[in-house]
């Protein structure tokens, strides 16, 4: 977050909250499994469509964009239980 020009760490817990108490039938938890599938589904289709040519994922792949997807599922792994409160 300091990277990105905060002076305090960002409450990311706080704003999943926010967010979902919006929605009254989506939870944290929810949010942050479908996170975690929208990144598997990405790389997978990233990994074996980009090498065939087919767009946009033949540009995403030639971006090295998997390593980016990778980088963000890294770290929703990390974090995953103290943004969903689990």
Same mark, same amino acid.
């Given at each position: 977050?300091?990277?990105?020009?905060?002076?305090?760490? %960002?409450?990311? #817990?706080?704003?999943?909250?926010?967010?979902c108490n919006t929605?009254?039938? %989506?939870?944290?938890?929810? %949010?942050?499994?479908? %996170?975690?599938? *929208?990144? +598997?589904?990405?790389?997978?289709?990233? $990994?074996?469509? $980009?090498?065939?040519?087919?767009?946009?994922?033949?540009?995403?792949? #030639?971006? $090295?964009?998997?390593? *980016? *997807?990778?980088?963000?599922?890294?770290?929703?792994?990390?974090?995953?239980?103290?943004?969903?409160? +689990?």
């Open positions: 977050a300091r990277r990105a020009g905060f002076v305090e760490e %960002v409450p990311r #817990a706080e704003r999943l909250r926010v967010l929605y009254p039938d %989506v939870a944290p938890a929810e %949010v942050v499994k479908r %996170v975690a599938w *929208i990144h +598997e589904r990405d790389l997978d289709r990233t $990994g074996a469509w $980009g090498p065939l040519g087919l767009e946009p994922w033949a540009t995403f792949h #030639a971006n $090295g964009d998997e390593r *980016i *997807i990778q980088a963000d599922r890294t770290w929703l792994d990390l974090y995953a239980a103290g943004l969903s409160g +689990e």
